[in-house]
Structures are given as C-alpha cells and as structure tokens.
C-alpha cells in the first residue's frame, strides 16, 4: 500500500456544522465540530475500520468520504486526484466508484420498487449498459450475494432484514465499485443474521478486491473485517494501527478502555478481568475539551494534557503504521493477558 | 419568548410586505381602467388623464407601490375623490370612501363568525376524536369514523341551504341567519349566527375528529405510554396526561393554517347565509373591480393568519418542552 | 446467594400468548415455564420474534387486553397475575414489579421532567406529597449516579444525555424498592462504555435491595456479564435453560451454539469465517412444525424418523438445566466438538 498512491486519502479532514442562534439578526454562533482534522489512507482492496462511540463522527466521516457532505476543510485524495470540492459533474465517474451501504435496511430501499429495480438503477443513472443486459447483471449480482434470482421482481417487504441487507449490497456492487463505505451496515440485524451479513461482506471484499471503509461502534465486528482500524473519539482519531496491534497492543487510553468494556460471552473463572470503567459520558462537540479531547474521562490526564493537544505519531514501542495521539500512552505489560495470549481457553 | 415574538413580528412585517408587494404587482398587470369607468360618457383625454393622476395610477408601478406603503403611514389625498386618513391602505372609487373603514366595519362579523364555529369544531371535533381513540375499534368508534367521513364529503352551499330551508322556513326552530353585534344584543347576535356556525364547523369537526383520533391512536403507541402505565398509572390518567399532551401538538399546528381557510371559507357560508362579511366584500369588489378594496382585505387577511402563526408556534414551544424559541 | 432453598418468588407455568391479527393468530409465547427467586438474576435470550418482550410485557399486564389471549399461570409471590384485575395490577406495577425499557429517549415523557416522572412513580403508591415524592426522586436520583440531582430533577428528557436518561429510567423503575425488576434491552441504545456502567448499576442496586431481575438482551456478551441463570427463547419457545455457566461454556441446543458461534468476539481467529446460522427467524404467524428451529437447523436430517419436523421437543429439566432438543447427548458430544474444534484453528 505505501509503494504506489492510495486508493483514498484523506488529510486533515474537517466538517464543522453551525449552529444558528442570536438576536435579532440569526447568525452562525458556534460549530458542532463534528470531525476535527482526520488524516488516514486506504489502500486497494484494503478494509479500514473506524470505530467509536455515539458522536465521535465515524458516520459524518463516512459521508465526507462520498462527498455526501461537503467538507468545511482538509483534503479528500481518490486516486490521486483531489475530489474535496468536486462538482456534480466531476464526481460522475467517481459516483460509480464510491458507493455506500446503510445502517437501516428499511429505511434504504424504496419500498415501491421491485428488487430487479433497486438494483438496477445505479447503472440506470449512470448510464451503463453492461454485456448481456441489466437484467442479466442483476440475476448475476443477486446470486453473488446469496439471493434467489428469480426474486428479481419481488418487493422488499416480501425480504427479511437480512436479505433486505443483502438487497443493499447488491445495489452497492452493481457497478463495480472500488470502494464501499459501509455504516454500521449490522448493526440493525438480529446476532444470528449479523454473521451472514459479515461473512458476505468480507467474501465480497476478498473475491472482488473491493476496498472499504467500514464504520462499527462494535469493536468485535470491526475486528474481524478490518486489517487496519482507525478509533475515533469527538472528531479526531486517537489511534490507528494494523488490526492485530490495535487489539493486541492498544497505545491510547481509550482505545483500552473501549476494549475492555466490550462484554463477552466468556465465564471466566478468575473474576473481574481488568476492567476499565469509564466515568461520565462524551463531551459536546460543540465545546470540546481543550488539549486532548479524551483528557476529561482519563485517568492519567495532567496539566500538560490540557493544554497541549497530542498528535497522531507513532509513540515509542510502536511498530511501524501504528500511529497514537497521546501523552502518555500506554504499555504492553498493563494490557489485560487474556487480549495478548492467542488461546489460555476456548473462546466459547 | 419574548425574543421570538419579536423576531418573528419583525419577521412578519417582511412577509406581510412582500405579500403587498405582490399583490400589487398583479393587478397592476390587470388590463382593466378604473380611469375610465370613472370619467363617465363625456370623456375627453386630458379629464381622463387628470383623473388618472388624481386616482394615483398614473406613476409607474414603483412609485405607485412607494405611495401606497406611505400611505399606511402619512396617509393620501385623492384630489376629486377624497381624504384618506392614515393609516391609509388605499381608497375605493368605487365606494368613494377610504377601504380601511368598510373593512373594519365588517371585520367584526367575520371574526364573529370565525370565533364561534371555531369553538364548535373544536370542542365537537376533538371531543368526538378522544372518545373514537379511547373506544378503539370498537361500535363508538366505527360510527365516528364513518359520521366524519360523511360530513367532511358535505359541501357548504349544500348542507348550508337545506338547512336554511328546512330549520328556518320548515321547521322555524332556528332564526333566520343575520349579524347583530355582540355589544348590541348578545342573544340576538347568538341566535343569528348559530345556524351559520355549525354548517361551517361541520366540515372541520369532521377534520378534527378524524385528526384528533389517529393522533391519539399513535400517542398511545408510544412508548413512554407504555412507561406510565408500566409504572402503575391508570389508563384514564396516561390517556389525557400523556397521550393528549402530545397529540395537542400538531392539531394546535393544524388549527394555525385553518385560521386562514376558515377566513378564506367563510367567504361561502357567507354568501350562503347572506352575512355582509369580509368574504363577501371581496367577491362583491372583485365583481366591481375594486381592486384597492381587494388589496386591502388581503392585508388585512394575511396580517391575521400571520399574527395567528406566530401565536400558534408560541403555544408550541408552551406544549413541548423540545422546542426552543430563539 | 444461595438459592435452593428459596421459594421461587415469580413463578411462570405453561404460559401462551396469542395475538388475533388480520392475517391470522400469532403465537408469540407458547408454552413457556420458569421459576425465579429474589436476589437473582435471570437472562432471557433471543432474537427479534422470539417472543422475549411479549413474555415480560405480559407478566405486568401491558398487552391489549382485546386482542391478546393469555394462558397459564403467572404467579407473583404467591398472587396469581393471569386474569386478576386492572386495579389490582396497577398496585402491583410500578410498586412491587417495575420494568426498565431499552430506548430511554422515548421511553420517557417528553413533556414532563424527570423529576415529576420519578415522584409520580412514588406518589401514586405511597401516597405522599409533592415535596416528599420530589425530594425522594432528587435520593434516586442521587442513587443511581446523576451530579448535582437536586438541579437535575427539573430538567427534561431531552435535556439528558443517553446513559443519563436510562439512569433515570432505572431510578424511576426502584423507586418504590420493587422485588422483581424487568429490563427489556436497557443497554442495547447505548455505547459500551456506558453499557459497563448501567450494568454496573443493576449489579450494584441488585446487591443492596436484594431485587429480583429479569433481564432480556439478544447480546450473550451481556448476559455473561450480568446473569445467573439463562433462558434461551427461540419462536416463543424456551429451547435451553441452565445456569451462566452451563450454558455459555457448554451449549446444548444447536440454535444457542449457533448463536454462540456466529458472535464474533475479540479472540475469535481472523482468518476464520464466522459460523452463521443458515436463513431467518420464523414467522410466528405460521411458525414451523415440530421443533421450531428445525428448518434451519444443520443437525436436523441427524435424528430419525423427521422427529424434529413432525414433533415438539420438550423441554426436560434436571436441577433446572436442560435443552428441548432431539439430539441425543452422545450426538451433541461429538457435533459440537467438532464444530469447536474447526472454529478454533
């Protein structure tokens, strides 16, 4: 991935809503900074994962990436070729590129459509006309993500959530995109319908060579997709690293204490793992704390934590690619055993 | 809250000005001379001209328009015709008197009118609505639904003149309909204006009836209803605690926009009733040409639905909590 | 926390729940039994459609009296709850059994503060005065964790943050110190760490008051976590039941270990495929014969004679552990290890 140009990049990537208010005259009286300067790259075929909590704008993230917003500052590469700014008519052959799966399978797919239909109209608007026909490529798309073709004109009432996702995958693959943003394209499915949804994901993206971006607030989903994973917290990444270091050698505080806190369908028989407990609840974002945004539910915060913002680097002990923005970061010994050692028991 | 009122008064001074600006924009694309109507027989071009100048309508457009907004202000002279006092919203030739005058002289009946079928439909319309939603699916229920459906089909003229014909002149249970103001015989302004209020808050009850019961229905659905009577509240008590507070609401929204339907209906029980209000000056100057008169009764209109609006959203923001005003 | 000798405090007996819709009847519980003592808590696991949400909304009355039909015996510390009445009910909830929800931004009246909401709670069944049940509410607020609750309790719902407002909703629920506590998905809206915390909260509040707990989730990360005994719904039927232990460590119903093993977790390898089970959760409006996990189960065509799609296995409990499944043990001992062993390499 470093030898050639990545597939996206982004640096320093910013949206900042306004808030109206004032008086007499309503005028811009503040920003919800909703992501603050993000930098990370993803190469071909490559699965970046971000995660993090509520409003730690992975989605608004998501959206900047398909320029479905328009970001306030920073740079959106694709290709090599800036697209932050792009017009209507510049995106077009980047649309087709860049597609998007959705959280809610309801709410996406237009309920008076057949499924032959939804599928079918990315290549309708953008006008391809692939071999064999539409209709064809349709069959073919639909068999590839484990539907029935001959569903072809069913409605998608008549699907289950899990194949109405399904239907959404379709959608995004009907013109062989390079890259697809998924947001929290699981979270919305019932457990034992979630690891359909995954494993086809990451058929697709293996067999397809197909790049994404996959945004996931659960850490164990994003895990087992990702090979690189970026952590956000209100706005900014605090880490990123290559899958096996971000879960095995967590640098950053945070990063711990997400992981920590994930429940698991473990009994152990030595109580009480080490557990993090978080205090409190995120910050606004519309008045972040100053210096490192996590300083306020921290432990180890100091002086120098508020004042001074720590970058994204790589701190000492890292290994290359694994970046961490904090002050003190935190070492191996302290990591619980049981993330490090590969098998003391079953996992189930 | 009083930031919002005033913001939104400022706000409505705009509207209200744009909608003028407009208004007075089409008629004068409207090919028609009141000039001319006004020489009379003998009309040589320089009389005509120099009532055209005396009338106002010799400027351009702009100027016109500038005369006219002063006007609300200074007031206007019209040489030959008349004085204009401020505020002045324009002068009817027609008439020969400043509109201002004969618009008020009628508001009254049309406020009137609008009051008392106002207070028909609702207490009838969301009365009915609730007991449908409390008495769901049941016998009550389906014969509301179906009572509202019929009666929000009926048209005015219709209901209104048979009505007339077997209440009044059959049966004579009911006075003939008529405006007595209030302040001279409140019984007999009651009396008159009864027939007209309840045909004209027919079809609204119906509205409001089938509005009140779905909003109802889905308040009921909701989960923090669910919450209260979890907690051990009657279902008497999360019916109109909680389920009625939230599904005042969008009928309080719904309300704000009928104030300008109701002004704009009236015009029909009027006509059908034969009441001298503010719907039937408009049709009667339309009818004459009157376009000064009919610039004012649309400001005059529109300043009350915009008043009534800003009203409505301040009674939002006292019923949910969720709104800010700012 | 001894159990044994403990009178079951709520006790469920062959309860049925049937709902008349348009398009026919939906069976949303159909024959389930379980017993619970104070103190404890019990996991009720399953998916959507299982029949979870209905089996608890039932236990305090909340279903539509007209279209639902309710059979079997819910007992409440001795008190039959099937059929007595509305009266009766509303003493009881809210008061001795209370229920926690999983959305709290809609569970809770946006039109009333959460002070007001919680001193409700507290005045209707005590019978207090305002300024008793709002200084009892600022205490519960207090209790469960809220800063400064004496400026807190005048604020709105929407003027909290998710973890606060389920805060409030749990010290609206004990507020009058009930016995038996319902929690319906009360940390799925919510992030992990805040999902830690509430847990933390139950765990703690459980230990003071001594409340019994039945907690609902589709996520068994949180039921380890949380739980002392298991009850693994499927299509309005209990399809295993047994301790934590017992059911997480050694599963022996094919749909919990599909549900174990399609959970990805932070061990699982991977370079593995996670382990789905095949197809969706069945209507429960024409729900399968026999077994009702049958048609989607890969172990099914193992037991002769069609037993599975022709009839119902029951659910046989031994010192309350058991599975309803038609596997014998010999088969689930090798099936199962099997499929443990290929997960883990």
């Not at chain 2, 219709?158 to 019984?187: E, H, K, R, S």
């Not at chain 2, 009836?209 to 279902?235: I, P």
């Not at chain 3, 001795?78 to 001795?96: I, M, T, V, Y």
């Not at chain 3, 065509?301 to 659910?315: A, F, H, Q, Y």
Request: hydrophobic share 40%; charged share 20%.
């Amino acid at each position: 991935m470093s030898s050639t140009t990545p597939l996206l990049d982004v640096s320093g990537l910013t949206k900042h809503f306004p808030i109206k208010g004032g008086f007499p005259i309503r005028r811009t009286v503040g920003h919800v900074q909703a992501v603050d300067g993000l930098d990370f790259q993803v190469g071909e075929g490559e699965s970046l994962g971000l995660v993090g909590e509520s409003g730690c704008g992975k989605s608004t993230t998501g959206r900047l990436i398909t320029r479905l917003l328009e970001p306030t500052a920073g740079k959106v590469s694709y290709q090599g070729k800036d697209i932050t700014h792009a017009n209507r008519k510049q995106l077009a052959p980047i649309r087709s590129e860049i597609q998007m799966i959705f959280q809610d399978p309801y709410a996406s797919l237009n309920p008076r459509q057949t499924v032959g239909k939804i599928v079918s109209g990315p290549m309708e608007i953008n006008n391809v006309n692939p071999a064999g026909g539409r209709e064809k490529r349709v069959r073919e798309l639909l068999e590839i993500v484990g539907l029935n073709p001959e569903h072809y004109n069913r409605f998608p009432h008549e699907f289950s959530g899990g194949q109405r996702q399904r239907i959404g995958v379709a959608r995004a693959l009907a013109l062989e995109p390079k890259l697809i943003v998924a947001d929290e394209p699981v979270s919305a499915l019932d457990v034992s319908i979630q690891a359909q949804v995954v494993n086809l994901l990451q058929k697709v993206q293996q067999e397809l060579g197909i790049a994404f971006v996959f945004i996931a607030h659960d850490l164990a989903v994003v895990r087992h997709f990702s090979q690189r994973v970026a952590v956000m917290y209100l706005g900014k990444i605090v880490e990123i690293a290559d899958r096996d270091d971000l879960y095995g050698n967590p640098r950053h505080p945070y990063t711990r204490a997400l992981l920590s806190a994930v429940p698991e369908a473990t009994v152990d028989e030595t109580p009480a793992r080490d557990r993090i407990r978080l205090q409190g609840d995120v910050p606004s974002p519309i008045n972040p704390p100053s210096g490192c945004r996590f300083r306020t539910r921290c432990w180890k915060a100091t002086e120098k934590c508020a004042t001074e913002a720590p970058p994204l680097v790589q701190v000492e002990g890292n290994k290359p690619g694994h970046l961490t923005a904090c002050h003190y970061p935190e070492t191996a010994e302290a990591v619980p055993a049981a993330r490090l050692s590969k098998d003391p028991e079953p996992a189930i | 809250m009083l930031r919002f009122l005033v913001r939104r008064f400022l706000g409505a001074v705009v509207t209200l000005f744009i909608i003028s600006a407009v208004t007075f924009m089409l008629f004068y694309a409207v090919p028609r001379d009141p000039a001319r109507i006004a020489c009379g027989k003998v009309c040589t071009p320089e009389t005509l001209e120099l009532i055209r100048h005396n009338m106002g309508i010799a400027d351009p457009m702009p100027t016109q328009l500038w005369n006219w907004l002063t006007g609300i202000f200074l007031g206007r002279d019209y040489p030959g015709f008349g004085n204009c006092d401020a505020p002045c919203l324009g002068y009817s030739f027609v008439n020969r008197e400043p509109v201002l005058g004969t618009i008020l002289d009628r508001f009254p009946t049309t406020f009137s009118l609008f009051l008392g079928s106002s207070v028909v439909f609702l207490i009838f319309g969301i009365g009915t609505g609730m007991v449908a939603a409390l008495k769901q699916g049941k016998a009550t229920d389906k014969l509301a639904s179906s009572a509202s459906l019929i009666a929000s089909s009926m048209q005015i003229y219709f209901v209104g003149t048979l009505a007339l014909y077997v209440l009044v002149y059959q049966w004579q249970i009911l006075d003939q309909p008529g405006y007595t103001p209030f302040t001279d015989n409140p019984a007999q302004w009651f009396s008159g204006l009864l027939l007209p209020w309840l045909i004209l808050a027919l079809i609204f009850t119906a509205n409001y009836t089938r509005m009140t019961r779905s909003q109802m229905v889905e308040q009921l659905n909701e989960d923090y209803v669910r919450t209260a009577r979890a907690k051990g509240l009657s279902r008497q008590n999360v019916f109109f605690r909680f389920a009625w507070r939230g599904a005042m609401g969008p009928i309080v929204t719904i309300f704000g926009i009928d104030m300008g339907v109701l002004l704009g209906g009236g015009m029909i029980t009027e006509k059908t009733f034969s009441i001298q209000g503010i719907g039937l000056l408009a049709v009667k100057s339309a009818g004459n040409n009157d376009l000064p008169m009919l610039l004012g009764v649309m400001v005059i209109t529109a300043s009350f639905v915009v008043i009534c609006n800003i009203l409505v959203d301040a009674c939002y923001a006292l019923i949910d909590p969720r709104i800010r005003l700012a | 926390m001894t159990s044994t000798d403990q009178q079951p405090f709520l006790s469920i007996k062959d309860l049925k729940v049937h709902f008349s819709t348009e398009d026919g009847t939906v069976k949303a519980v159909d024959g389930l039994s379980f017993d619970l003592v104070r103190g404890r808590t019990l996991g009720i696991v399953g998916e959507s459609g299982s029949g979870k949400s209905v089996t608890n909304l039932t236990i305090l009355g909340l279903h539509n009296p007209d279209s639902t039909k309710v059979e079997g015996s819910i007992t409440l510390d001795g008190e039959e709850l099937n059929g007595a009445s509305e009266r009766k009910l509303e003493k009881l909830r809210g008061n001795k059994m209370s229920m926690i929800f999983q959305d709290a931004l809609t569970s809770l009246s946006p039109y009333h503060t959460i002070g007001k909401q919680i001193g409700e709670t507290y005045r209707k069944h005590t019978g207090c005065s305002k300024k008793a049940a709002r200084d009892r509410a600022i205490e519960m607020l207090r209790r469960v964790g809220i800063p400064q609750p004496e400026v807190r309790v005048d604020d709105y719902p929407h003027q909290f943050s998710g973890g606060m407002r389920q805060r409030a909703m749990i010290a609206m629920a004990l507020v009058c110190d009930p016995e038996l506590l319902i929690a319906d998905e009360p940390t799925t809206a919510l992030d992990v760490t805040v999902q830690a915390q509430i847990m933390d909260l139950l765990k703690d509040l459980q230990k003071e008051f001594g409340t019994a707990i039945i907690f609902i989730t589709h996520d068994l990360g949180v039921i380890a976590d949380i739980a002392d005994e298991v009850l693994v719904m499927y299509g309005g039927r209990c399809v295993e039941r047994g301790t934590k232990k017992e059911v997480l460590r050694d599963p022996q119903h094919p749909y919990t270990w599909g549900l174990l093993s399609s959970m990805p977790s932070l061990d699982h390898p991977v370079d593995v495929p996670l382990n789905p089970i095949p197809g969706s959760p069945p209507s429960l409006l024409n729900p399968p014969s026999g077994c009702r996990f049958h048609p989607r189960c890969t172990f099914a065509e193992k037991v002769d004679g069609g037993l599975c799609s022709s009839e119902r296995p029951l659910l046989e409990l031994v010192d309350g552990r058991g599975s309803a499944c038609h596997l014998t043990a010999e088969q689930r001992g090798e099936y199962f290890s099997d499929l443990a062993g290929s997960a883990a390499n």
